[in-house]
């Protein structure tokens, strides 16, 4: 260790691991609230369930807290950490000006798995935008994260809580495995219901833009809004700069094929010995040795399995993942975005 001087709680969190509080995925036990809450206060880092996925918080406005978020994740520091707030009124302490889209759109799907890229408030630092000029808000709808949020009454910045380029974290023990005594709490309420992050939507432009398609359907959008709603793309993506890194790769090698492709495609892979994953959403006859994760019918199993999926697989030690492609639409959309930059090669 160097001889700089570090503060004592996380000294001790290196030495111990984290604090893990468990609780009820619906009613938290208010002391360990509480208890996880007053860490964000004092800077420490805390990990906790959002219906997405978890989420590694820090005090969103103390840049020293959220240097230790780069640092625990081995973020790259152009990529902007998301504001968590525990109610819509917060907004306008983290954002300079809020257009009527945003207000509508908040007001329909807050609590919920949207994310506003919205003008920057001064007394955001720097270092939670990654120095642009605007914040990205939400406002989670899991009753962890948003008591933990009330009790810290501090917005709160928070990535998915996996090393840099990962799978996101949709369990605890994903987050433990990941980061460990990098984190001084994590508080455990189960996996995460909806297993994909938020929908990224940018509304400082004259029409709103999807960055990253998420839980929230561009479908649901639409509805709200009353007019189509597009994808990003090049110079609008670079505005959102996880969007250009590589992401939720697993150290397998992941391959995305259709339903009436995949049995042979995995065939063949096994034929040249390869040891072979295969994430499905129903049974098909595979060869031998070929280790299956059938995530059930409906986009809604496929997200709320995937990231684990990949884990597992790759922890059994898997050289090459299948994955069963499904249909853009729904939260087809956002399965596929995360399929596709898994399956891309590093740079
Ligand atoms: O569901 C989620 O959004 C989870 C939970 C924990 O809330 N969080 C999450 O954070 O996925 P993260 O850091 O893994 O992804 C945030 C994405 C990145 O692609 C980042 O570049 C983008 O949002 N982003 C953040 N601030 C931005 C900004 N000001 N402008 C454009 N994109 C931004
Ligand atoms: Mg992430």
Redesign the pocket.
Known sequence: MSGRRRPLAARVSELAGPKVLQVDPQRPDPAAIAEAAQALRQGLLVAFP?E????LGAHALQPEAVARIYAAKGRPPD????V?IGHPEELGAVAREVPPAARLLAARFWPG?L?L?LPRAPQVPDIT?AG?D???V?M?AHPVALALIRAAAVPVA???ANRSGSP?PTRAQHVLDDLGPLVDVVVDGGPCPVGV??T?L?VTGGEPVI??P??LTKEALEEALGRPVRMGRGEELA?????RHRHYAPKAQVIIASRPQLGEVVRQLAQQGRRVGVIATRPLALPPGTLARLVGRGLRRYAHELFDALRELDALGCEIIVAEAVPERGLGLAIMDRLRRAAARPQ
């Open positions: 959002t997405t996925v978890y989420g990529n902007p950490i998301i968590h798995p994310t890229v935008t642009l605007t914040v990205a939400r989670p928070a990535p998915s996101s992050e938020s990224v940018d960055l990253r998420g839980g505005r959102s700069p996880g969007t």
